[in-house]
């Protein structure tokens, strides 16, 4: 909680240094406060907080560590994009500002008891980034992506309003342990209970952009500024995927066999659709929107195990995928891919060895070849379903294929032999996040360890 109300106040602060019009100082703002907010998170449980006695938010190991993840891609986006946002130095407090209450959202969403927090916290998350996705003022993508991103998640939050409120009205309670408590004694309006999840589901995956709820991810992200694009594909992703866990692996666990059915479809069309899509991009968001739709998948066969390992599983992944991405969009910040064309990326790799290597075991650790982190996520996730859905588990190798291919092709490309692709000049704050991210990739052996 103190974690919370110091990215709160940073943000607060950050829009009022923002008036200075000077970039550096909002940026030691910004991650001062984001360095506090991660050693008080991480500290959580050994100091006594004057907040405590407050017990609608609550961060046992689990969350505990996914908060942590969360607050650590916000400090790499937020370096990472420094370079982007100094150009409109007017703005740039606001920028700043709109990332961190947005991060205020994903910490309440990850560490929500009730029905109320968990709806607070998923709104605080979506508001910053509708408008986020627009900032490009100028574009008319931008614009496009900001309202169509806009409109789709309002009816989806509509959605997800009328589920809980069926939800309460079938077991009367907006607290999860009291609601899984009438949920394993029977006492429930069952068609209420029912109908309540099924929205609640279907809300879920169109947060999360699996199929089929997934229409809005390629324009969005291709619209959007690669900061935010990064932000979406790592920080949003991991708190709903959290919230999402919590929710139906907990509270809706007992009801497993009513909505694990379209859960499996969600998961089946997802493994394939994405990566089925991305073979035809140009364009490098769209590639790697298309792409985060089967990762997507993956990430999902987290809810289908009911053991204690499973979120394990799912926090190695993320930590896998969510370093791969960044590093991915950095590099295409760093050689100013304003067009946006995967085409820009020929021989990038070859011309510039850093830059190679951060593609190869980022394009490696999305594709889950070992000994990288995406592998062990990907290994781990499988296993855990393995003996209870093997056929759904033999689809997701078969797409590890065609993912592999896809990847292995923009490598290619990459890496190619090109007299023509120019010299990349890397600023000090991409070779901060570019290193970490490839630590975090690499880091495998000391991530499973822990």
């Known amino acids: 909680m103190d974690a919370l109300i110091v990215i709160f106040l940073t943000g607060l602060i950050g829009l009022f240094v923002g008036m200075q019009k000077k970039p550096k100082l909002n940026l030691l703002v910004t991650m001062l406060g984001l360095v506090l907010a991660f050693i008080l998170q991480l500290n959580n449980g050994f100091y006594t907080s004057p907040l405590s006695s407050y017990q609608v938010l609550e961060f046992n190991i689990s969350q505990l560590y996914f908060s942590l993840v969360a607050i650590a891609f916000c400090m790499l986006i937020v370096l990472g994009g420094f370079n982007y946002f100094k150009r409109d130095s007017i703005h740039i407090g606001d920028y700043y500002g709109l990332l961190l209450f947005s991060l205020c959202g994903a910490i309440c969403l990850i560490g929500f008891t009730d029905l109320f927090m968990f709806f607070l916290g998923l709104e605080i998350l979506s508001i910053p980034i509708y408008v986020m996705v627009g900032i490009k003022k100028q574009d008319v993508l931008s614009a496009e992506a900001s309202i169509k991103y806009f409109f789709t998640g ?61 229409f809005w991810g390629p324009d969005v992200y291709q619209g959007s500024p690669e900061i935010v694009t990064a932000f979406m594909a790592t920080v949003v992703k991991l708190a709903a995927l959290m919230a999402f866990y919590k929710l139906f692996n907990g509270t809706f666990q007992e009801l497993g066999n009513f909505w694990i059915g379209a859960l499996y479809f969600a998961i089946g069309l997802s493994l394939f659709v994405g990566y089925l899509g991305a073979l035809k991009q140009t364009k490098f968001k769209r590639l790697l929107a298309y792409s985060s739709i089967s990762n997507t998948g993956y990430a999902l066969f987290a809810l289908l195990s009911l053991s204690n390992s499973s979120l394990g599983s799912l926090w190695i992944f993320l930590v896998g995928y969510g370093c791969a991405t960044i590093a991915l969009l950095t590099i295409s910040m760093a050689i100013h891919n304003d067009n946006d064309e995967i085409s820009s990326f020929k021989g990038i790799g070859y011309k510039n060895p850093f830059i190679g290597f951060i593609m190869i075991i980022s394009l490696l650790s999305l594709a889950g070849i070992p000994p990288l982190t995406g592998f ?13 859905h093997l056929y759904l588990v033999i689809l997701a190798l078969i797409s590890s294929a065609v993912g592999a291919f896809l990847y292995l092709r923009f490598m290619v490309l990459s890496l190619s032999k090109d007299t023509e692709a120019e010299s990349v000049s890397i600023s000090i704050w991409h070779y901060i996040v570019l290193g970490i991210c490839a630590a975090g990739i690499l880091g495998a052996w000391l991530i499973v360890a822990i």
């Open 376 to 388: 062990f996520g990907k290994f781990a996730l499988l296993m855990n379903a393995y003996s209870q």
């Open 154 to 214: 309002a009816f989806a939050t509509a959605i997800l309003l009328f589920g809980i409120a069926l939800l309460y009205g079938a077991t009367g309670s907006f607290n999860l342990i009291e609601i899984r408590g009438i949920i394993q004694s029977g006492e429930y309006q069952a068609t209420f209970l029912f109908i309540g999840i099924l929205f609640i589901l279907g809300a879920f995956l169109f947060k999360v952009g699996a199929v089929p709820f997934h």
